[in-house]
């Protein structure tokens, strides 16, 4: 296994954030490997799961982007890779949920009774994803920019 701390130090973070366990110990071990890439079996062999339990995992990080699958040619296998940018990738899907959170905030404010300490907070919080979301656009381009700069993709 390569870089055991690492890839379960990582999962743990992760899993602190909010990501399903097995997801993240999944996408911990891909990320960590030499290639950047590894087949379902060598996943669960390495973290000593079930087949299943990494399909779950699979699904979950494929849909968030965060993970490819391709066909390995001359077999039957997949081999599991990172996205080609997976940390903007995940935090720019998060942008629905921000945008939902705005919305949620916006309509409590017809709610709640004006002026008071829950209307102040709740202000607070649709100003803040209002900021994030205004703000959004500019970071993540700038980021592309620099990785461009930096790692010439």
């Known amino acids: 296994m390569d870089a055991p701390n690492?890839?379960?130090n990582l999962a743990g973070a992760m899993v602190d954030a909010g990501m399903q366990r097995m997801a993240a110990r999944v996408f911990s071990?891909?990320?960590a490997s030499p290639e950047g890439e590894l087949t379902p079996a060598q996943?669960?062999?390495q973290l000593q799961v079930s087949a299943g339990a990494v399909s779950g995992a699979v699904g979950y990080l494929t849909q968030a982007g965060m993970i490819r699958r391709r066909h390995v040619p001359g077999?039957?296998?997949?081999?599991?890779g990172l996205g080609?940018?997976?940390w903007y990738e995940a935090l720019t899907s998060r942008n629905a949920v921000i945008e939902r959170w705005f919305?949620?905030?916006q309509a409590g404010l017809e709610e709640l009774p004006p002026g008071g300490p829950a209307a102040q907070r709740v202000e607070v919080m649709r100003d803040f994803f209002a900021f994030v979301l205004g703000e959004l656009p500019d970071?993540?381009?700038r980021w592309r920019a620099?990785?461009?700069?930096t790692y010439g993709y």
Do not use: C, G, K, N
Not at 75 to 80: D, E, F, N, P, V
Not at 146 to 149: A, F, Q
């Open 84 to 86: 080609d940018d997976i």
């Open 103 to 105: 919305a949620v905030a």
């Open 29 to 31: 071990a891909v990320l």
């Open 6 to 8: 690492f890839v379960e």
């Open 139 to 141: 970071l993540m381009e």
């Open 43 to 45: 996943v669960a062999e």
């Open 146 to 149: 620099r990785r461009v700069e």
């Open 75 to 80: 077999s039957r296998s997949t081999a599991l």
